[in-house]
């Protein structure tokens, strides 16, 4: 079970279309929300590089701090014309490591699954600052603890990716006996597969399943991963020949997005709106929905003005032996491989 993990970055899933760095300047500004105001943004004849941010998921107000950074004109600032791609993290990572897409958002566990399978993949910015993946039940299940999932049935999208990742941590962390549970394959179905009783728990984003299951007036059982075991998070990544071939990018880009995650922890309101200006089917109908994913999503991002975008190096570590012990990479990978803050307050 645990090999198809290993075959996840070389998965059939394609993402076509991607466009890595256009180092031929351009002197119109990227398309989408104007700045703030006329202050913000560079002289018109400023060239600006072209490069492709991958995003591990749909347009969503969860990217509120990317979309306050292009709202405010910081990519202008930085000389940068940012296009976002959006699709899954495993085909991202695959192409960031081989330098067809420059820069990626994406969860650390990635991170180590590449390097351990020779993607010469680095984080450069945290940007969570708790790992987002809980295991999640009704309350009335009895569920309290990993503990008590033996003998019931517990759903996830696949064995792969955060969500399956986080059961792993979890198993690792209590000793529970894993073939006592019942895996099953759901998709992305969470909320509605714990709701309709197909599954005991779920393992999902705690800004996904439980928020729906709260709207709908479901009282929930929420157990954290981070609670058990502190594993790196969602953050930038890149990979090193940029690193090597173009560091003033990789500088620019983490510089624009800290002064954007630092407007959307002061201001969350003008966040919020600038991310349904950015994806408009979030507003509407939806504003009640995106606005309970958006505050919770605030939660995993909060930090002081000098922790923001900086990585612990122990966290690294931890996540990288917990990975190898449970047999999640076959290539042991050393913590200072995996990431650099040399790029973090420059």
């Known amino acids: 079970m645990k090999r198809l993990l290993m075959s996840g970055?070389?998965?059939?899933?394609?993402?076509?279309?991607?466009?890595?760095?256009?180092?031929?300047?351009?002197?119109?500004?990227?398309?989408?929300?104007?700045?703030?105001?006329?202050?913000?943004?560079?002289?018109?004849?400023?060239?600006?590089?072209?490069?492709?941010?991958?995003?591990?998921?749909?347009?969503?107000?969860?990217?509120?701090?990317?979309?306050?950074?292009?709202?405010?004109?910081?990519?202008?600032?930085?000389?940068?014309?940012?296009?976002?791609?959006?699709?899954?993290?495993?085909?991202?990572l695959k192409l960031v490591g081989t330098n067809e897409l420059p820069f990626m958002i994406g969860s650390g566990e990635e991170v180590i699954l590449g390097r351990s399978q020779g993607l010469p993949v680095r984080y450069v910015m945290r940007w969570y600052r708790e790992f987002p993946v809980v295991m999640f039940a009704k309350a009335d299940s009895g569920i309290t603890s990993p503990e008590d999932l033996a003998g019931k049935k517990l759903g996830l999208p696949g064995l792969f990716g955060a969500s399956y990742i986080g059961w792993e941590a979890m198993v690792y962390a209590t000793g529970l006996d894993e073939r006592e549970v019942t895996l099953q394959s759901i998709g992305f179905t969470q909320a509605t597969a714990v709701s309709q009783g197909l599954v005991d728990a779920a393992m999902d984003y705690v800004v996904n399943g439980p928020v729906q299951l709260k709207l709908a007036g479901e009282e929930t059982v929420v157990l954290r991963v981070s609670d058990y075991v502190d594993l790196p998070s969602n953050g930038i990544i890149t990979n090193e020949q940029t690193i090597r071939d173009h560091p003033e990018l990789v500088r620019a880009l983490v510089s624009a997005l800290i002064k954007g995650l630092r407007d959307t922890l002061a201001d969350p309101d003008a966040a919020f709106e600038a991310s349904l200006a950015a994806v408009p089917e979030a507003g509407g109908q939806q504003s009640a929905v995106s606005r309970a994913i958006f505050d919770e999503s605030l939660k995993l991002w909060q930090a002081s003005d000098e922790e923001l975008g900086i990585s612990d190096p122990l966290i690294w570590q931890k996540g990288a032996e917990f990975m190898a012990e449970m047999g999640l990479i076959q290539t042991a990978v050393a913590a200072e491989d995996l990431f650099t803050n040399d790029f973090v307050g420059q």
């Open 9 to 92: 970055l070389v998965a059939a899933l394609v993402l076509t279309g991607c466009v890595g760095i256009e180092m031929s300047p351009v002197a119109t500004p990227p398309p989408g929300p104007p700045a703030a105001s006329a202050t913000d943004a560079p002289p018109a004849d400023l060239p600006l590089t072209k490069i492709t941010l991958a995003m591990g998921y749909i347009p969503s107000v969860q990217f509120a701090p990317f979309y306050m950074a292009q709202s405010r004109g910081y990519f202008e600032e930085a000389g940068l014309d940012v296009t976002y791609r959006y699709g899954f993290e495993t085909d991202l």
